[in-house]
């Protein structure tokens, strides 16, 4: 089995792109594989700052695509690396759970919990409450900076959705009177700058692989990449944006990333 | 000591206006007095939903102008007398502290901790969590509506400001994608409807006395109120807005709305 697509570098999308929920799409552990074993640089992006890139890279490994943690890619990784170019060892006060405080103290920031702090981190905090509202606007009352990791209204979960990130985002955005400086997750091209220079590839000789127009595919032509649509997962092959945004490829699922003799 | 002013309903805000914190301004008790004698009609409003109309009316006593819980219009009390006209008796979800849940119980409407409701209540809650913003995403899916009491960003306190209701209307209206349909208290003309309402007066026989130009003084030209601003809050004399507005006077204090022999 061999790579059909010529690209050195490969970005994958998870949740409807590698797996749904906790089934692996069909095919994906030999795609992975096959382009693994041809000397391509394959990492994998998601916006949740919820788990550990550990935590990913051992559902993946257990679902048959073998993955370590620096493999991953998601918004808590890439919101420290970007802030520790902006602001090394800043303290911080995080609005987010212990994976996205831990991210954060694991890249040389003094997480504090009071508003003594040079910038609020706001991430999708199944905590957050009236208290961490109230943090953040003395933060910024004391001239504190914003900065979020994903823009997402809700997380898909089994049989509906929950409240992310945007909620936290936007209770800050309206008490405080400021707006968030960065979003790094996707859409931004923050995430596809640190996960090129984490890959050491170039945006010209790299691919993502998504099922979201809007965001993965939207994001990876406004940097250059190429890019390919996946219909396993949420956009369907009848989707009008299709056309219009014109994704270098369109396949049915990464299973037919390689050709089968 | 008579009223300088002919207007048969009047309508006070209350924090810079009658009182300043914990300190009544001076004169505002004979003030208030004077225009009783002569046989206006006197309500307090406020945008607050954290206390009862009788925690207020306490408060007022205490300080030295006699009043009932009747004689205060608050923000929750306008939600929930505004909401029984659109939808009486109907299950409601209430971000909101307990004298705002009190409110709607005894405007009879089956308070519910779930989101089997046709409404979320969204108030000024300090113990607002991610919790009661998943019961509101989960109520609106199930076609909830969204009414809130009041717009404004913060709250001031002794010493600065916390959140106040702008932060939980912008959560709920970020993660759910719908705007509430009606923020009840002040600049809204429905607080103002409601006070007229309460008082039996008509609008062209009323004043609205307050010390704010952006909440007091538009709302009371555009719903055809006279309109009295007081120097003794947080508009100086040199605002120029005060020029544009054109409040139809501009006094110190309530001090000076009796004339003195």
Redesign the interface.
């Known amino acids: 089995m061999r790579p059909r697509f010529p690209y050195r570098g490969w970005l994958f999308d998870l949740d409807g792109t590698v797996y749904l929920g906790e089934r692996l799409i069909p095919g994906a552990a030999e795609a992975v594989a096959a382009l693994r074993e041809a000397g391509r640089r394959v990492a994998f992006l998601s916006n949740k700052p919820l788990q550990t890139r550990a935590d990913y890279a051992a559902k993946l490994s257990r679902l048959g695509v073998p993955a370590a943690a620096d493999d991953v890619i998601n918004s808590s990784l890439v919101l420290a690396r970007h802030l520790r170019g902006l602001d090394p060892g800043a303290a911080v006060f995080v609005i987010g759970e212990p994976p996205m405080i831990a991210e954060m103290r694991a890249h040389g920031f003094e997480v504090r919990e009071d508003e003594r702090v040079r910038w609020v981190v706001i991430a999708f ?6 208290a961490k ?2 943090t953040a ?2 933060a910024v ?1 004391r001239g504190a900076r914003l900065i979020a990791t994903n823009p997402d ?2 997380c898909p979960v089994e049989g ?5 990130c ?10 405080t ?1 400021h707006t968030v400086e960065a979003v790094v997750g996707k859409p931004s091209p923050i995430i596809l700058e640190v996960a090129l220079a984490t890959l050491g590839v170039r945006a010209d000789e790299t691919v993502i692989v998504g099922d979201r127009i809007e965001t993965d595919i939207t994001m990876g032509k406004r940097l250059g990449l190429a890019t390919i649509l996946v219909l396993s997962g949420i956009t369907r092959a009848d989707d009008p944006r299709i056309a219009s945004l014109a994704p270098d490829h369109v396949i049915g699922s990464i299973a037919e990333l390689i050709e089968r003799p």
């Not at 509906?160 to 992310?164: A, K, L």
């Not at 945007?166 to 008490?175: H, P, Q």
């Open positions: 905090d199944r905590t957050f409450s009236y509202l109230n606007l003395q009352r209204r809700t509906g959705e929950i409240p992310d945007a909620g936290m985002i936007a209770a800050v955005e309206a008490v009177g």
